[in-house]
């Protein structure tokens, strides 16, 4: 009852859209060959399809805009982590300074009220 896919190789001289039906499968666009992905490797060597004709997931997205994509993003959510943990230690500094201040006048308005208390009672 559940229609296993064709093999990636049959697929071959076909479509692009055709080809990655099946999400193993790779799609080479200057020798039209739909290829197994080589999960071995990760990434597709130039002898198998150069990255720039290579295609997997979607027929206008090829390997090597997908590879500087998603190291952006990383980069740019690596970097707003990073600023975001900056800004919330700095608040936090800044913070405890105007807690320490606070704290501090307190004390010098109670030992003035202390000092004032004796000259008062005399």
Known sequence: LF?????????????CDECLQNVTCLWCITTKKCIEYPVKSILPSNSVCPLNDARWGLCWLNFQILIITVSVLAGIIIIAILVCCFCCCKCEKIGRKREDMQMERQTRLRKDRQKARPATVL
Do not use: D, E, G, R
């Open 3 to 15: 229609s296993v896919s064709a093999p990636c190789a049959l697929k071959s001289n076909t479509t």
